[in-house]
C-alpha cells in the first residue's frame, strides 16, 4: 500500500496544491441582493502616475496605513469580519461616516499614542486592540500631530527617533485618507447628487452675481455667496490632489486629461462641459447610501460600459490589474517553496527510502516557479516593462534566478540541496517582496533617467542575475557551515540516485588507482565535495554576470548623465561583488583557501551583495538613493551580524568533519 503510495505522492501533493491555486483564478461570485463592489474595483482611475483599477488603489492604501490589503472591523474580537479592500474604499469616498469609525490606522509607538490620547493596550469598550485606530479616534489632535509632523521632517531621516518615524509615517497616512476621501465627493457631502445639480443649475446666476460684484454693481448675493461657498469646497478637494476619477473629455485629441472631481468641477464654473463620469459617480454615492444594491449595479455597469466605447486600453488594463491582485501570484507560490523545504528535510532523515519525497519537492518547487513565473510575464505585460524596474521587482527577480539556479544544481547532483536553495531563496525573496510593498504602489511610475526598457532589459536584469548567483553560492556555503557544525552528512556519500547520476559525469580513472578507486567517488561524492563544486561553479556564474552587468550600467550611465563612472555608491556597490567573487576565484586558484576557506568567502559574499542591493540606497546620497529606512537597517545590519557569525564558525574546524586546512 505505501509503495504505491510513494509512486502517487510526488504527482497528487502537487496537483492539490495547483488546484487550489487555480481556484484563485475563477472570478468571486456575485450575489443578486450584493453590491457589485467586484466591477466597481475594476473602474480605472489615474493615481501614483498611472493608470490603474479602483481595487489596486484600495489594496495599495490599506497597505500603508495597516500593512495588510483588507480592513478588519473589529480586531478586539475574536471572530472579526474582514472587509475586502475595496469594499472598505467604497465606504471611504461614499459612506464616510461609517468608514471613519473602521479601526485602520496601525499605530505602534505609545509616544505618539500618548500625543493622540490614544488607549495603550487593548479595549473593547473603546473599540481598540491597542495596535489599530480608526479616524474618528484621531481627527481630534491632528493639529497637534500636524506640528510633530513638521518638527519630525525637518529632522534628518537617518537621524529620525523611532517616536519621529511614526509621526512621519502617520502623517503620510493621514494624507492618503483625506485624499480618498476627496475622491468621488467632497468629504461633508451628504446628499451628494443633489448638491451636485443645486451647484450645476446655480452656475448660470452665480457667474453673473461674481461679474456685476466685481465691477461694483449690484448683484445677487444669495447666488454670489452659493457659488463661492461651492468653489471653495472644490478647490480645497483637489489642493489635496486626490485620485483623478474623472478621464479626459477627449480621449482621442489626449490620454492624459484625467482630472480630480474638485478641479472638474472648478472647470463647470468656466464654461467647461461636466464629464459624464461626474454624474456616473454620484449615481453611484446615491444608490450606495440608500443601500439600494440593483440602483448601484446598475450605474456601475453602466459607467463601466461608457468608459469601455471611450477608453477600452485602459479599461482592459484596469481589469487585467485586478485579476492579477485576485491571482495574488507571488504570495501563492510561497506556498510550494515552503513545502518544497519541508520535504526535503523528509528526505535527508532517510534518503535510502524517501526518494519520493525528493521527488515530490522537485515537482513542489517547479509548481512555485510556474506560479512565480507567470506573475513576473503578467506584471511585465502590465506594465510594459522588463522583470526589474524598482526594488519589488528586484527581490520578486532574485527569487526567480535562485530558484532557476538551484534547479539546475539538482538536476545535476540530486542530492536535495539544490532543492533547499530553490525553495528557501524562493521563499524568503518573496518574504522580502512583500515587506518592501509596504511602501504602497509596487508599479509606480518610472523616474526619467530609468525610462529605457533597453537598458532596464539589460543592466538591470543582468546585474541583477549578479545578485541572485551570489546569492546561491553564500547560501550553499551557508548550508555547508550548518550541515558540518550540527550533523555528520558533510563527510558521508551522497544518495545513491546522485552517485548514479555524478557518475555519468565522472572522469575515468587510469593508472594504479584504476580499479580501485570508483570513477563516481573520485568525482567528489562525499556531501561536502559536491557542495564545494556547486560553490565554486556558481561563483564563476556570478563573476561573470556582475562584471557584464556593471559594464553595461557604466554604458548606461555614460548615456545618462555624460560620464561612465562617477563612484557613485550604487556604482561602488556593483564593483565591490565584482571585486569580491574575483578574490574568490583567484584565492581558490592560488591555493590560498580549501574548502571551508572557499564557503567563508562565499558567505561574505552574502553581506557585500546585500549591501550594494539595499545599503548604498540607504545612505542618503547618491543618484540612486530612496532615502534612509531605519527598519531595513535594522534588518540589513542583523542579516550581516548572522552572516559573520557564520563565517566565524566556519573559520574552526568543523566537528563532524575530518580536520583540514582553511
Same mark, same amino acid.
Not at 467586484?38 to 489596486?56: C, K, M, T, W, Y
Not at 578574490?583 to 557585500?608: E, S, T
Given at each position: ?182 475622491? *468621488? ?406 591555493? *590560498? ?70
Amino acid at each position: 500500500m505505501f509503495s504505491v503510495m510513494k509512486r502517487w505522492l510526488p504527482i497528487a501533493i502537487p496537483a492539490l496544491l495547483a488546484l487550489w491555486i487555480a481556484g484563485s483564478l475563477l472570478p468571486p461570485k456575485q450575489k443578486p441582493d450584493q453590491f457589485a463592489s467586484e466591477l466597481f474595483g475594476r473602474l480605472p482611475v489615474l493615481a501614483n502616475g498611472r493608470i490603474q483599477p479602483i481595487d489596486s488603489l484600495a489594496r495599495n492604501s490599506l497597505l500603508q496605513l495597516r500593512e495588510k490589503q483588507t480592513a478588519n472591523t473589529a480586531p478586539w474580537k475574536g471572530n472579526p469580519k474582514m472587509l475586502a479592500a475595496t469594499d472598505w474604499i467604497m465606504e471611504v469616498m461614499m459612506k464616510p461616516e461609517t468608514a471613519d469609525a473602521l479601526p485602520v490606522f496601525r499605530i505602534d509607538n505609545p509616544d505618539l499614542k500618548g500625543l493622540l490620547g490614544l488607549p495603550m493596550d487593548a479595549d473593547k469598550d473603546k473599540k481598540t486592540d491597542g495596535k489599530h485606530y480608526s479616524w474618528a479616534q484621531i481627527r481630534g489632535k491632528l493639529e497637534a500631530l500636524q506640528d510633530e509632523s513638521m518638527r519630525a521632517g525637518k529632522v534628518d531621516s537617518s537621524k529620525r527617533t523611532p517616536y519621529d518615524q511614526a509621526v512621519v509615517r502617520l502623517s503620510g497616512g493621514v494624507g492618503l485618507y483625506m485624499r480618498l476621501q476627496n475622491a *468621488l465627493q467632497p468629504q461633508n457631502a451628504r446628499d451628494w447628487p443633489a448638491e451636485l445639480n443645486a451647484y450645476l443649475n446655480g452656475i448660470p446666476a452665480g457667474v453673473d452675481a461674481a461679474r456685476a460684484q466685481k465691477a461694483g454693481k449690484e448683484y445677487n448675493k444669495e447666488a454670489f455667496d452659493g457659488l463661492m461657498r461651492d468653489l471653495e469646497r472644490f478647490d480645497a478637494m483637489s489642493q489635496l490632489e486626490p485620485p483623478m476619477l474623472v478621464p479626459p473629455a477627449d480621449p482621442e485629441a489626449s490620454r492624459d486629461g484625467w482630472q480630480n472631481t474638485g478641479a472638474a468641477l472648478m472647470d463647470a464654473a468656466r464654461g467647461a462641459p461636466v464629464s459624464f463620469a461626474v454624474a456616473a459617480y454620484a449615481r453611484m454615492s446615491a444608490a450606495y447610501r440608500a443601500g439600494n444594491v440593483g440602483q448601484f449595479n446598475e450605474a456601475v455597469s453602466d459607467y463601466r460600459n461608457a468608459m469601455a466605447g471611450q477608453l477600452l486600453a485602459e479599461s482592459s488594463k484596469a481589469a487585467n490589474e485586478q485579476f492579477f491582485n485576485r491571482f495574488e501570484p507571488f504570495y501563492k507560490a510561497m506556498f510550494p517553496y515552503i513545502a518544497a523545504f519541508l520535504f526535503v528535510l523528509i528526505f535527508w532523515m532517510a534518503p535510502a527510502t524517501c526518494e519520493w519525497a525528493r521527488r515530490t519537492a522537485v515537482n513542489l518547487v517547479l509548481l512555485g516557479l510556474l506560479v512565480h513565473t507567470a506573475g513576473l510575464v503578467f506584471r511585465m505585460v502590465l506594465q510594459g516593462r522588463p522583470p526589474v524596474t524598482n526594488l519589488y521587482s528586484s527581490a520578486i527577480f532574485i527569487g526567480f534566478g535562485a530558484v532557476i539556479l538551484g534547479l539546475v544544481l539538482e538536476s545535476i547532483w540530486k542530492n536535495g540541496i539544490g532543492l533547499v536553495i530553490s525553495s528557501a531563496l524562493g521563499f524568503v525573496s518573496l518574504i522580502i517582496a512583500h515587506h518592501l510593498s509596504l511602501d504602497g504602489d509596487t508599479m509606480e511610475m518610472m523616474r526619467a533617467v530609468l525610462d529605457t526598457n533597453f537598458w532596464l532589459a539589460t543592466h538591470v536584469v543582468v546585474v541583477t542575475l549578479g545578485y541572485a548567483s551570489t546569492f546561491v553560492a553564500g547560501f550553499l556555503a551557508v548550508l555547508y557551515v550548518l550541515l558540518g557544525t550540527f550533523t555528520n552528512r558533510l563527510h558521508q556519500p551522497m544518495t545513491a540516485t546522485a552517485a548514479a547520476a555524478a557518475s555519468l559525469h565522472a572522469p575515468e580513472i587510469s593508472g594504479p588507482a584504476a580499479g580501485v578507486v570508483p570513477a563516481a567517488k573520485s568525482s567528489g561524492l562525499e556531501l561536502g565535495k559536491s557542495l564545494t563544486k556547486m560553490v565554486y561553479g556558481v561563483i564563476c556564474f556570478a563573476t561573470l554576470f556582475s562584471f557584464v552587468g556593471t559594464v553595461l550600467g557604466g554604458i548606461w550611465a555614460d548615456q545618462s548623465w555624460g560620464r561612465f563612472w562617477g563612484w557613485d555608491p550604487k556604482e561602488n556597490g556593483a564593483l565591490i561583488i565584482v571585486l569580491w567573487n574575483a578574490l574568490i576565484l583567484h584565492a581558490r586558484w592560488g591555493g *590560498l583557501v580549501r574548502d571551508r576557506g572557499l564557503m567563508c568567502m562565499a558567505i561574505f559574499g552574502n553581506i557585500v551583495t546585500a549591501w550594494s542591493w539595499f545599503g548604498v540606497n540607504m545612505l542618503g546620497i547618491g543618484l540612486h538613493s530612496y532615502g534612509f529606512t531605519a527598519a531595513a537597517f535594522v534588518w540589513l545590519l542583523g542579516f550581516a551580524l548572522s552572516q559573520v557569525l557564520l563565517i566565524c564558525v566556519g573559520l574552526f574546524a568543523l566537528k563532524k568533519t575530518a580536520p583540514q586546512a582553511v
